[in-house]
T-cell receptor, first 110, second 113 residues
């Protein structure tokens, strides 16, 4: 069964304390892994798309990487404004639909 | 300024009522989607449409209905048959011929009184 698992469920960091969020997936024929940021009460905001193992993308303090089994979202020197829920989704498998994980709630304290 | 709009932002429904959530996009995207988000669960697909006048059921379509009469619009009706409709509803769109990335609207929070 196609599945996406994100860990940890919640993460609390001090400002400037770098860390990584994990997205593990099982899907046949990956056609894209997507990272989104979601603020409370708002729709998800697109961050990155990764298509093949070894691919990396960066945006400000965020860097996403992809292997054949998982993706990491690295946050370097986070600021309080990086606090949000980060969602991971994969497209692939028999249905080619987007399958979402449950997200990681990140809180960055000043 | 291109984007996806959803209205209303908050919606309250009484038992037995049907309500319709609006979703409009001016991105010229072909495909549109409706998701439901509940605490502790990933987004779940309700319905999707890849072209005007055509739509398919997602994973949790029971108690919902949609129409796609215009490329820009994809309204979702939550019927009285939906047993637990209280949730955050998200509309998304994508251009399948492009990167396949789904872009989301701001959401509608539906509460059953």
């Amino acid at each position: 069964e196609d599945q996406v698992t994100q860990s940890p469920e919640a993460l609390r960091l001090q400002e400037g304390e770098s860390s990584s969020l994990n997205c593990s997936y099982t899907v046949s024929g990956l056609r894209g892994l997507f990272w989104y940021r979601q603020d409370p009460g708002k729709g998800p905001e697109f961050l990155f798309t990764l298509y093949s193992a070894g691919e990396e993308k960066e945006k400000e303090r965020l860097k996403a990487t992809l292997t054949k089994k998982e993706s990491f979202l690295h946050i370097t020197a986070p600021k309080p404004e990086d606090s949000a829920t980060y969602l991971c989704a994969v497209r692939g498998g028999a249905t080619n639909k987007l399958i979402f994980g449950t997200g990681t709630l990140l809180a960055v304290q000043p | 300024d291109g984007g996806i709009t959803q209205s209303p932002k908050y919606l309250f429904r009484k038992e037995g009522q049907n309500v319709t959530l609006s979703c409009e996009q001016n991105l010229n995207h072909d495909a549109m989607y409706w998701y439901r988000q509940d605490p502790g669960q990933g987004l779940r697909l309700i319905y999707y449409s890849q072209i005007v006048n055509d739509f398919q059921k997602g994973d949790i379509a029971e108690g919902y209905s949609v129409s796609r009469e215009k490329k820009e619009s994809f309204p979702l009706t939550v019927t009285s048959a939906q047993k637990n409709p209280t949730a955050f509803y998200l509309c998304a769109s994508t251009n399948p011929s492009g990167t396949d990335t789904q872009y989301f609207g701001p959401g509608t929070r539906l509460t059953v009184l």
